[in-house]
């Protein structure tokens, strides 16, 4: 057992069977389920997850039956067709000592299909199709899908299955009124609600037997009007705990909740209070989850009684060997999930599989070859950004000899600008990973303070890897020069902004700027913060846990102004821009599109729209127009012969983000 996280590592004793630890990983969509070779890949993905030390992982959804796919083109996701193949996946996790269970999720309204079902013919927001209403026959029918699907998945070697009663999904739709409209023995009431969840897992357990573990996933916080009551959380816990759940798991928010529930400025632990509610009411054990990304806040929440274990999804994706690292004292070597989103959810909702802005070989691990380079070189990477840091560390880790120049102080490069915006904190420990494994790397010397010069960089290294990143744009407008005039790049180092403030560009810089400007500050603890601006109510008096809207403008003033007239916000990713675009306009940002830049001088700025000028009186000008590439020893080195390479912004600063430099500097690092 750990001395550092005793808690984490205590096995959990199930009766039949026993969990190694308290460490699960949750339930996660990859697209690999639909990919080419996907049952291989995700063999090989969870199995790593296993060796890492994960107690109890859990698949992505996989529908009981064809109503309840999530979309057109996963037939595969449908059980009862493909169990055979799910045998690659238990044999392989199994080899490795692992354990897992199968998540079985009907969509109801959420599916993508053309003919989605619900309990009642009420469209989700987040769906352009209504639902039609299923008949008493086939939601019995369901029931009976469900405990088929679990006979099977216990026949293709699964530890139990988890099901999906939450986030809105087709239990979550027949458990609140907000979706469920019927008057018959599935709705009206309460109790006639809860049948069927209730229902689901009793069926399931008669069907599976005693020795198998039934996990239920149930949503601690809707988050949504007409959601379930604190109460009612309580009771459908105990409810399904009598008809046979081994586990529950909890869930936070439906999809189509306007609360933030994943994203970075959602503080760590923060719904600990909501599965603490339902532990204190079950005899079962509970899962908390969401935004705990490092095991000293697991700890804590099992230490504290908030829950018995903790799911975590995407820090897995971040570092396969999350807990072995935690078991072996090794906490501070964990590659930490940074709450982007980038490479995960907004990969998935635009059809892209899954992987990890900080780990690009998560769901990749059978295309990646990691194995040493077969004659190793002496190669000079030049800037220590998120580009260079990658690409550093994997030729080191491949046994070539290389020096990491950084001109800096310190390593980071647009990290060391991203962490101090709200939300943004855990930026910070993806620094912190690349320090620690640049110890650890016998090959690599870190070369802190210098700027790499042309002739020794020609003369001395088989190759160069150029990641020497950007600058920030600087438009030609008349008075840019005046004093009041400072880059993001300044204001995020510590340069201080008046009371009233123009920002020139408005892409995700821009928007993160107007967030630092007018995000309120917590002085006191930071879950009552962030509770406080998404009105979630903590007490268990409403339903849904929303409480009253509150006014919460900005002291500060705040325009956001482009020349453009497109949408605001276009370019920020899908699962994390709606929530700054409320969070800005709630405060009173005032965002302004179309805008000419006339002159900036004492006065402010003078900006023109629809032909008319406007004066924004201001006391300060912060510029985030974007960058541009700094390279200037690419063509005198290229010339020279040495073989040189441009990772990240200095191959290309239009759309430059972390993600694509940390895989070019990765994949780089592989080739060489
Ligand atoms: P960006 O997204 O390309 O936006 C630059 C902005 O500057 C645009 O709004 C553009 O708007 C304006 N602009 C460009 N040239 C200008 C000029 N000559 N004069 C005045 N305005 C000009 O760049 P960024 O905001 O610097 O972000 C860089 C990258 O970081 C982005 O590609 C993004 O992927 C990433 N990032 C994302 C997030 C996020 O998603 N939350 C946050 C931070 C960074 P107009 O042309 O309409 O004026
Ligand atoms: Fe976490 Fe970002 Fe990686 Fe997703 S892409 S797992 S949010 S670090």
Known sequence: MSEIY??????????????ANRFMMGSMHTGLEEADNGFARMATFYAERAAGGAGLIVTGG????????????????????????????????????????LQLLHAGRYSKHDHPVGPSPIRSPINRHVPRALEASEIERTVEDFAASAVLARDAGYDGVEIMGSEGYLLSQFLCA????????????????????VDVVRRVRAAVGDDWIIMFRLSVLDLVEGGMTAAQVVDLARSVQAAGATLLDSGIGWHEAQVPTIMGLVPHG??????????????????????????????????????????????????????????????????TCIACNQACLDAIFVGEEATCLV??????????????????????????GPGGLACATTLAARGHAV????????????????????????????????????????????????????EPLARDYDAVVLATGVTPRWPDIPGIGHPMVMSYAELLSGRPAGGRVAVIGAGGIGFDVAEFLTAPRHDGHAVDGYLDEWRIDASPASAGGLADAVGDASDRTVYLLKRSADRFGRTLGKSTGWALRAALARRGVCMLSGVEYRRIDDDGIEIAMDGTTRRLAVDNVVVCAGQESLRDLYEPLYRSGVPTYLVGGAELAAELDARRAIEQGYTLGLRL
């Open 270 to 335: 923060a719904f600990a209070f909501a599965t603490r509610r339902v532990r204190a009411a079950v005899d079962i054990p509970i899962a908390a989850c969401n935004r705990v990304n490092d095991p000293a806040t697991a700890e804590s929440l099992i230490a504290g009684g908030d829950a018995d274990l903790v799911s975590m999804a995407r820090p897995w994706l971040a570092d396969a060997a999350f807990a072995a690292k935690a078991r072996d004292g090794r906490a501070d070597r964990i590659n």
């Open 178 to 197: 907000r979706t469920n409209h019927r008057d018959d023995g599935y709705g009206g009431d309460w109790a006639r609600r809860k049948r069927l969840a």
């Open 403 to 454: 020096e990491l120049f950084e001109a800096g102080a310190r390593i980071g490069g647009q990290f060391n600008l991203a962490r101090v915006i709200p939300g943004k904190a855990d930026y910070g420990e993806t620094l912190r990973y690349f320090e620690r494994r640049i110890t650890e790397l016998d090959t690599l010397r870190l070369r802190l303070g210098e700027r790499a010069g042309f």
């Open 62 to 101: 996989v529908s009981p039956n064809r109503d309840g796919m999530l979309g057109l083109g996963a037939n595969e996701r449908c059980f009862p067709d493909s169990h055979r193949e799910h045998e690659m996946i238990t044999d392989a996790v199994h080899a490795e000592g692992g354990r897992i269970l």
């Open 6 to 19: 005793p808690h984490c590592f205590e096995p959990l004793d199930l009766g039949f069977t026993t969990l």
């Open 359 to 384: 780990n690009p070989r998560a769901g990749r691990e059978t295309l990646f070859d990691e194995s040493p380079a077969s004659s190793p070189r002496r190669i000079a990477v030049v800037g220590a």
